[in-house]
């Protein structure tokens, strides 16, 4: 079903404005021609919402491809082979996402908040007394378990360093602890 004369010639005339950047002619371009691409899409058989985001995607490439478009050949075989190519991606994308899609069983429900926990309040409180670069190589070493070595390499540090700060954490963590203490003891 080939489209009538004057419609070719007019996206062509707008696909070529568009390439020396007119902005005009290009929305009149997504006005003209985004009909006629959703309509392509949606006979495929893909669900309204796909087509819309397919739709988006279209634009997008038709966007960086625009310099490829040559004066002498029609704007719409052009228009469709993009529109073609990137509803296959978005095809495969989605067979992708849903071979790889688990099913997990709904969260069981909670019976009453429970009352936020006193000693990680305390906990957070110090930590907050740590400058960020030690902070992080405490969080590392002992909440999360990784050896020296390890949390070298995570902070592109060497071995010392991250002895280094964490000895210094470890002093101004008891620095803090000491004086939390003797605030109670007064």
């Not at 079903?1 to 009538?4: D, F, L, T, Y």
């Not at 070719?8 to 390439?19: A, G, K, N, S």
């Not at 190589?137 to 902070?155: D, H, I």
């Not at 605030?183 to 007064?186: F, Q, Y």
């Given at each position: 079903?080939?489209?009538?004369l004057?419609q ?12 020396q ?6 929305a009149?371009?997504?006005r003209?021609a985004s ?53 296959l991606?978005?095809r ?13 069983d709904?969260?069981?429900?909670v019976?009453a ?18 400058p960020?670069?030690?902070?992080e ?19 592109c ?6 002895k280094?700060?964490a ?13 939390v203490?003797r605030?109670?003891?007064?």
């Open positions: 079903m080939a489209a009538p004057r070719q010639t007019d996206l062509r005339d707008l696909l070529l404005r568009y390439q950047g007119d902005t005009a002619a290009a009149e371009l997504v003209a009909p006629m691409l959703l309509r392509f899409c949606l006979g495929q058989g893909d669900t309204r919402d796909e087509v819309e985001d397919v739709l988006q995607e279209i634009w997008l490439r038709i966007h960086r491809a625009r310099h490829t478009y040559r004066p002498e050949n029609p704007a719409e075989p052009w228009l469709y082979a993009i529109a073609r190519y990137t509803r991606d978005a495969r994308r989605r067979s992708r996402f849903r071979a790889r899609e688990v099913q997990v709904p969260l069981p429900e019976a908040a429970s009352p936020p926990d006193t000693a990680s309040t305390s906990m957070a409180a110090l930590l907050a007394v740590l960020p670069g030690q902070r190589v405490l969080l590392l070493l002992k909440g999360c378990g990784m050896s020296l070595e390890e949390v070298a390499r995570a902070t540090s060497t071995v010392g360093a991250v280094q700060k000895h210094r954490a470890y002093e101004r963590l008891r620095a803090a602890v000491g004086g203490q605030e109670a003891a007064e």
